[in-house]
T-cell receptor, first 115, second 111 residues
Framework: DGGITQSPKYLFRKEGQNVTLSCEQNLNHDAMYWYRQDPGQGLRLIYYSQIVNDFQKGDIAEGYSVSREKKESFPLTVTSAQKNPTAFYLC??????????????FGDGTRLSIL | GIQVEQSPPDLILQEGANSTLRCNFSDSVNNLQWFHQNPWGQLINLFYIPSGTKQNGRLSATTVATERYSLLYISSSQTTDSGVYFCAVINRDQAGTALIFGKGTTLSVSS
């Protein structure tokens, strides 16, 4: 089945530790996105990538890093510089070219907590 | 940047009732999506509707782009409709970029 796979579903981070969240899609979509959701809130953009080897910061990029070496993969690293990482992280992808307005589709998310 | 406001913030219904959720946005858009987030956190695409009207079973949506609002209608609600409903848009001048989300409407349907 085509879709977006996020792993792991649950992740715990120790103080001072970097952790990486995986996002893989087999939809052949060009664009991929990372959003963060805090309790009772809507989603906010961390990073997005419209094409391989290129990505842009979103509204809350501080303390996070990404890479886009392959079209199907867009991993997110939560670094020790992110002081409040506890949240629900959602990855999305979108078909069409760089400036397409086709709908975005979401994975099932990763819940990150501090130990 | 563009602002997205959803109303009401909370809605409590008995099974079988109808409801209307509203999304107002502050600028022109060329992408508007409605999502349902279930209790497990999954974000389900309901509609891609930058303009016009669409229907899918008991759900329908209308976007009046010139007046900058969208409505989501839920008819004959069921307990499985419970969850949070989000409206999200992309500003017309920022094609291809990320969605801007409202804060959502939390719907609780009891039997």
């Amino acid at each position: 089945d085509g879709g977006i796979t996020q792993s792991p579903k649950y992740l715990f981070r120790k103080e001072g530790q970097n952790v990486t969240l995986s996002c893989e899609q087999n939809l052949n979509h060009d664009a991929m996105y990372w959003y963060r959701q805090d309790p009772g809130q809507g989603l906010r953009l961390i990073y997005y990538s419209q094409i391989v080897n290129d990505f842009q910061k979103g509204d809350i990029a501080e303390g996070y890093s990404v890479s886009r070496e392959k079209k199907e993969s867009f991993p997110l690293t939560v670094t020790s510089a992110q002081k409040n990482p506890t949240a629900f992280y959602l990855c999305a992808s979108r078909g069409g070219g760089g400036y397409s307005n086709q709908p975005q589709h979401f994975g099932d998310g990763t819940r990150l907590s501090i130990l | 940047g563009i602002q997205v406001e959803q109303s009401p913030p909370d809605l409590i219904l008995q099974e079988g009732a109808n409801s209307t959720l509203r999304c107002n946005f502050s600028d022109s858009v060329n992408n508007l999506q409605w999502f349902h987030q279930n209790p497990w956190g999954q974000l389900i695409n309901l509609f891609y509707i930058p303009s016009g009207t669409k229907q899918n079973g008991r759900l329908s949506a209308t976007t009046v782009a010139t007046e900058r609002y969208s409505l989501l209608y839920i008819s004959s609600s069921q307990t499985t409709d419970s969850g949070v409903y989000f409206c999200a848009v992309i500003n017309r001048d920022q094609a291809g970029t990320a969605l801007i989300f409202g804060k959502g409407t939390t719907l609780s349907v009891s039997s």
